[in-house]
């Protein structure tokens, strides 16, 4: 049985996105620029795809949603504008993001840094949240962004973005979220939350790879980075990606009208399979349930390699994640495990189920089943871990 549980590293597209995309290749295929026919008979899907972005958000009209490549491209976009447009200038000289943040943040972050910007890294707590009280700590008058994600892709910990968002307003500091983990997990709403800047990427809420966007209130302006045919009121230039934002739209509509299923069914089947993870002996979940997306469990097996869980998991049909995709070639411990100071060997035994609306108590059953034989098998084997004699699992130096 194949069971697909890496779905906060992207997700199945949802038939109906499939479907509605594919006019888009094979007869509508115009340059929306162009002024024939062929150009015209795209216009109204993208219209109406759009629509659907923007309610899916509660964007205002006056609003912009720029349509990108993906996540990685909006979150860097606004970094770098940012740096541009008050840092280089003198203006202000520090921005605020969370030691948890996507690489595309992270590093994005760390080159301003290199070009002479100050950036605040704030904490995590135990339970792997950030204290929405850090950041009004963290604010100066110089402070020119604040960049915390909405949710937390390796733990599923929802972030207290509407009282950073006020806490913001009431500094007068721009705030940048990224929501990728967000969308069509938990409401999301720009305009109650006080979101200047808001991140996404399709394939995440079961759309297609390739396309993303970058929310900009009005009145917050960037400055464009890729600059050409003035595409996209010239904010972004380049030949609108038709089929895309048509996947986008419908993708968007389709995890609104799912949200509720989201919250409810998909929770129900994540708490039940977490609670039957949990009876393994020495195994530990960081942030509460209650403060996480419903889709998402990050869970360490004592004793146990991540990656020869993954080896495991995966010859009996098993995707699952140590933590973020782009992380997982370099072996090192999930970030967020040391970022709550986890110890070393606890950090590197981490993995992430991250389920979707489209997982079945069938695929749960069979994963279940996997975990618990390869828990027993690995630990047997466990260099640092051995069982004591009431079959527990205890450090080796306990077990002596
Ligand atoms: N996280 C994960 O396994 P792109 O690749 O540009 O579509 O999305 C980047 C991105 C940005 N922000 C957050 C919070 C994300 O989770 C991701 C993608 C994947 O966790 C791949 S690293």
């Not at 290199?114 to 949240?129: D, R």
């Not at 949710?151 to 973005?161: D, K, Y």
């Not at 609108?240 to 995890?255: F, K, S, Y």
Request: charged share 20%.
């Amino acid at each position: 049985m194949n069971v697909y549980l890496d779905n906060n590293a992207t997700t199945l597209v949802d038939p109906h996105v499939f479907a509605a995309m594919e006019p888009y290749f094979v007869q509508k295929y115009g340059n929306p620029n162009s002024l024939h026919h062929f150009a015209s008979e795209t216009h109204p899907g993208i219209k109406q795809s759009m629509q659907k972005i923007y309610a899916g958000i509660h964007a205002k009209d006056e609003d912009s949603v720029i349509v990108t490549s993906c996540a990685t491209e909006s979150n860097n976009w606004v970094l770098k504008s940012i740096y541009f447009q008050y840092i280089l200038t003198g203006e202000k000289n520090h921005i605020i993001i969370s030691e948890v943040e996507h690489p595309s943040v992270i590093s994005t972050a760390k080159w301003i840094e290199s070009m002479g910007c100050k950036v605040t890294y704030l904490p995590i707590n135990h339970e792997g949240l950030i204290e929405a009280h850090s950041v009004r700590d963290a604010i100066t008058d110089k402070t020119a962004l604040v960049s915390v994600m909405w949710a937390n892709n390796e733990t599923g910990a929802i972030f207290p973005v509407e009282e950073i968002g006020a806490i913001c307003k009431e500094h007068n500091v721009l705030f940048h979220t990224d929501a990728v983990q967000a969308i069509g997990k938990t409401p999301v709403d720009v305009q109650a939350f006080n979101v200047d800047y808001l991140t996404f990427s399709a394939h995440k809420f079961h759309g297609p790879k390739g396309v993303g966007a970058l929310y900009i209130k009005k009145g917050k302006e960037l400055i464009p980075l890729l600059h050409g045919g003035a595409q996209m009121a010239g904010y972004r230039s380049g030949t609108l990606n038709v089929p895309g934002i048509v996947g986008m739209g419908t993708a968007m509509e389709q995890a609104i009208d799912s949200l509720e299923f989201e919250m409810s069914k998909v929770r129900e089947m994540r708490d039940a399979f977490e609670d039957e993870l949990l009876k393994i002996p020495d195994t530990f979940v960081v942030t509460p349930r209650e403060k996480r997306t419903p889709n998402t469990i990050l869970i360490s097996f004592r004793g146990i390699e991540g990656e020869s869980m993954l080896w495991d998991l995966n010859r009996e049909g098993i995707g699952a994640s140590t933590g973020s995709a782009c992380a997982s070639e370099d072996l090192e411990a999930n970030s967020v495990m040391e970022a709550i100071g986890a110890a070393e060997d606890l950090a590197h035994t981490a993995i992430r189920f991250s389920l979707s609306r489209y997982t079945t108590q069938e695929e749960l059953n069979h994963t279940l089943a996997v975990v618990k034989r390869a828990v027993a098998r690995l630990r047997e084997i466990s260099s640092s871990f051995a069982y004591a004699p009431d079959g527990h699992v205890c450090g080796l130096s306990e077990a002596h």
